[in-house]
């Protein structure tokens, strides 16, 4: 399961509310991403980090941020949520040898 | 246009048959391929991963890739009711170390026992 563990991985939240997920990893991967997935869209690249504190956008960054302070671990935040962000969220790492892996996802509410 | 195109379905077919399922895209640049199944409410699953035009094989699965018609397929023999999931194609471009992958929407399978 290339060892990524997401956080929560149930989450209902009110519109407005700050809302932080979080992507642990255990093998010391360089290059993380987050994903949303939604129904009639398929899978969505947030944001990706190619190092601790390296980060960049990805096709659906708006009203998204992330943080990397350790290579293990990948937080994405939202900053204030709205509805339109209710979706499963996925985080991934990519390997020695391109590939990507992804972990269980969370899904989250915003009512 | 969207980038990569895939029929949502569902494809129902009966266990045993060989199921087929395509992908097509429009941007020459990717040059990567992959396929993953997800089942619901659970990760997608790396399945297939190439690079070549050609076919790779493995196990009761192989993946097809023409670059020259921009067209990728994932074939899957015997199908088993365990195959049942979603199917999701994905590309990715070279030499950009961090760029994510292009998925496809999705073809969800029923193999019928």
């Known amino acids: 399961d290339a060892g990524i563990t997401q956080s929560p991985r149930h989450k209902v939240t009110e519109t407005g509310t700050p809302v932080t997920l979080r992507c642990h990893q255990t093998?010391?991967?360089?290059?993380m991403y987050w994903y949303r997935q939604d129904p009639g869209h398929g899978l969505r690249l947030i944001h990706y980090s190619y190092g601790v504190k390296d980060t960049d956008k990805g096709e659906v960054s708006d009203g998204y941020s992330v943080s990397r302070s350790k290579t293990e671990d990948f937080l994405l935040t939202l900053e204030s949520a709205t509805s339109s962000q209710t979706s499963v969220y996925f985080c991934?790492?990519?390997?020695?040898?391109?590939?990507?892996?992804f972990g269980p996802g969370t899904r989250l509410t915003v009512l | 246009q969207k980038e990569v195109e895939q029929d949502p379905g569902p494809l129902s077919v009966p266990e045993g048959a060989i199921v087929s399922l395509n992908c097509t895209y429009s941007n020459s640049a990717f040059q990567y391929f992959m396929w993953y199944r997800q089942y619901s409410r659970k990760g997608p699953e790396l399945l297939m991963y190439?690079?070549?035009?050609g076919n790779k094989e493995d196990g009761r699965f192989t993946a097809q890739v023409d670059k020259s018609s921009k067209y990728i397929s994932l074939f899957i023999r015997d199908s088993q009711p365990s195959d049942s999931a979603t199917y999701l194609c994905a590309m990715s471009r070279p030499g950009g170390g961090a760029d994510g992958l292009t998925f496809g929407k999705g073809t969800h399978l029923i193999i019928q026992p």
């Open positions: 991934a790492i990519k390997d020695l040898y391109n590939e990507q892996f």
């Open positions: 190439t690079y070549s035009s």
């Open positions: 093998e010391n991967h360089r290059y």
